[in-house]
């Protein structure tokens, strides 16, 4: 059966392109320093949103047209992986990402949840010896069924911990029987409502002791992949553990998990918790533990997640921009954690959304990597802190002065003259370079 009659396989038609359904910028077979497109940004579809989520929100049902939708249960998580890969093949993206209960429903008991699994797992193996598509990563959900009301591995119910750790060994191992290159692990509601009921040192200790064990598991069973920690700040619980990449690094130093984590940043997260984007993929990335990206944008307007497909050509430059100065993705890739929007229920939707989304990163790369190759920022990152190169600022960089020596250098200035930091001039030279670029493809 077609799920997608009426769409063809996606191509490359470049910027004067007035086909909805072709790239016009992401060029899959452009080399960029090596790389194609396609290898360097590993594109990924997200199963919820694309397959599972049917627009619902608070305030009204569903609006999603799906035609997978006239099955159930067992029957339509068949329909869905067809479906999938019917898409993944046309769209042409290399990875897709999974959670537990996107692949397959719930059954009366973990053990029949399990089986259902095994069944359609069973399935998408068998489309994967047929196609290009990988299991960028996988996760179990642990936060939507009301088993999960207090939290999960943070839960004050060892059931409930107990239960949460049998999710993550099957996925564990479905992840090494899909060649999964790396695991999520998104604490939905570890955190808290009111501390006036919370223990948060043991919460923290038993969310960390969790991560030990499947630390061990994934050992023990010889499942390599890049563990991934995905921060978010609220909603739905008041804090949580995760709240940004910040609080992240200082939670895995702690209790020393920070050699097997590394982060998946998604872009509304960043915003939700009072970062940019590149605020978050920086400072994982100065810390080392840049892993990969869940390629989406919020509404500012909003303070909710509202997983917005990304279009925000300045937001992927400056993305693109870290990613870059990290060396790329690695194991990771750039995941579209991202649904159209409740107006958009058509089910070629889809493949328009995803479009907008890869060809704004596509030109988010091409000027990011112009950026760098120019030195058109670091040149005046360098000359603003040039201070530090020679001097008192060289002697303090290296460690060589102390409290005494720093006042006696203070002591001896007549006067201290700064220069501006010229941030307009800065944010102009980055539109000149996105103009560039659409310049150069007309």
Same mark, same amino acid.
């Given at each position: 059966?077609?799920?997608?009659?009426?769409?063809?396989?996606?191509?490359?038609?470049?910027?004067?392109?007035?086909?909805?359904?072709?790239?016009?910028?992401?060029?899959?077979?452009?080399?960029?320093?090596?790389?194609?497109?396609?290898?360097?940004?590993?594109?990924?579809?997200?199963?919820?949103?694309?397959? !599972?989520?049917?627009?619902?929100?608070?305030?009204?049902?569903?609006?999603?047209?799906?035609?997978?939708?006239?099955?159930?249960?067992?029957?339509?998580?068949?329909?869905?992986?067809?479906?999938?890969?019917?898409?993944?093949?046309?769209?042409?993206?290399?990875?897709?990402?999974?959670?537990?209960?996107?692949?397959?429903?719930?059954?009366?008991?973990?053990?029949?949840?399990?089986?259902?699994?095994?069944?359609?797992?069973?399935?998408? /193996?068998?489309?994967?010896?047929?196609?290009?598509?990988?299991?960028?990563?996988?996760?179990?959900?642990?936060?939507?069924?009301?088993?999960?009301?207090?939290?999960?591995?943070?839960?004050?119910?060892?059931?409930?911990?107990?239960?949460?750790?049998?999710?993550?060994?099957?996925?564990?191992?479905?992840?090494?029987?899909?060649?999964?290159?790396?695991?999520?692990?998104?604490?939905?509601?570890?955190?808290?409502?009111?501390?006036?009921?919370?223990?948060?040192?043991?919460?923290?200790?038993?969310?960390?002791?969790?991560?030990?064990?499947?630390?061990? %598991?994934?050992?023990?069973?010889?499942?390599?992949?890049?563990?991934?920690?995905?921060?978010?700040?609220?909603?739905?619980?008041?804090?949580?553990?995760?709240?940004?990449?910040?609080?992240?690094?200082?939670?895995?130093?702690?209790?020393?998990?920070?050699?097997?984590?590394?982060?998946?940043?998604?872009?509304?997260?960043?915003?939700?918790?009072?970062?940019?984007?590149?605020?978050?993929?920086?400072?994982?990335?100065?810390?080392?533990?840049?892993?990969?990206?869940?390629?989406?944008?919020?509404?500012?307007?909003?303070?909710?997640?509202?997983?917005?497909?990304?279009?925000?050509?300045?937001? !992927?430059?400056?993305?693109?921009?870290?990613?870059?100065?990290?060396?790329?993705?690695?194991?990771?890739?750039?995941?579209?954690?991202?649904?159209?929007?409740?107006?958009?229920?058509?089910?070629?939707?889809?493949?328009?959304?995803?479009?907008?989304?890869?060809?704004?990163?596509?030109?988010?790369?091409?000027?990011?990597?112009?950026?760098?190759?120019?030195?058109?920022?670091?040149?005046?990152?360098?000359?603003?802190?040039?201070?530090?190169?020679?001097?008192?600022?060289?002697?303090?960089?290296?460690?060589?002065?102390?409290?005494? /020596?720093?006042?006696?250098?203070?002591?001896?200035?007549?006067?201290?003259?700064?220069?501006?930091?010229?941030?307009?001039?800065?944010?102009?030279?980055?539109?000149? %370079?996105?103009?560039?670029?659409?310049?150069?493809?007309?």
């Amino acid at each position: 059966m077609a799920y997608f009659e009426n769409v063809n396989k996606i191509k490359f038609e470049g910027a004067k392109s007035t086909n909805p359904f072709a790239f016009k910028f992401y060029n899959p077979e452009e080399v960029i320093n090596g790389k194609t497109m396609e290898e360097y940004l590993r594109y990924g579809v997200a199963y919820w949103h694309t397959f !599972t989520a049917d627009l619902s929100d608070p305030f009204g049902a569903g609006t999603a047209i799906r035609n997978w939708d006239k099955f159930s249960e067992m029957d339509q998580a068949k329909a869905r992986v067809e479906g999938a890969f019917e898409f993944f093949e046309k769209l042409g993206v290399p990875y897709f990402c999974f959670h537990d209960v996107d692949i397959a429903p719930e059954g009366n008991s973990l053990a029949e949840s399990n089986k259902n699994q095994d069944i359609i797992v069973s399935m998408i /193996k068998d489309y994967m010896k047929d196609s290009k598509v990988k299991l960028l990563w996988n996760t179990a959900n642990n936060f939507t069924n009301p088993r999960f009301v207090h939290g999960a591995a943070s839960s004050n119910n060892a059931d409930v911990f107990a239960y949460s750790a049998a999710k993550v060994k099957k996925q564990l191992e479905i992840g090494k029987e899909l060649g999964g290159e790396n695991y999520v692990f998104w604490g939905g509601r570890e955190g808290y409502e009111s501390l006036l009921n919370t223990d948060l040192k043991l919460e923290q200790d038993n969310l960390a002791r969790f991560f030990h064990m499947a630390k061990d %598991y994934a050992k023990e069973i010889g499942f390599g992949a890049q563990f991934l920690i995905e921060p978010k700040p609220k909603e739905p619980t008041t804090h949580q553990y995760d709240f940004d990449v910040a609080t992240g690094i200082g939670f895995l130093r702690t209790y020393g998990l920070e050699d097997t984590f590394k982060f998946n940043i998604e872009a509304n997260h960043a915003t939700l918790a009072g970062h940019t984007f590149e605020h978050e993929l920086r400072t994982a990335r100065i810390n080392g533990m840049l892993g990969s990206v869940d390629a989406n944008q919020g509404d500012p307007l909003l303070g909710w997640d509202t997983d917005e497909f990304p279009t925000d050509l300045w937001s !992927t430059t400056l993305a693109m921009y870290e990613i870059i100065k990290n060396g790329g993705l690695g194991t990771g890739g750039l995941n579209f954690d991202a649904k159209v929007r409740r107006g958009s229920f058509e089910q070629d939707d889809l493949f328009l959304s995803h479009i907008a989304g890869m060809d704004a990163f596509a030109v988010g790369y091409k000027v990011a990597n112009k950026l760098i190759e120019d030195k058109a920022l670091d040149s005046f990152i360098e000359e603003r802190y040039s201070s530090y190169t020679s001097g008192i600022g060289k002697d303090i960089v290296d460690g060589n002065t102390n409290f005494k /020596k720093l006042e006696d250098h203070a002591l001896g200035l007549n006067e201290i003259t700064n220069k501006s930091g010229r941030v307009e001039s800065i944010k102009a030279t980055i539109n000149q %370079y996105l103009l560039t670029a659409f310049a150069d493809n007309k």
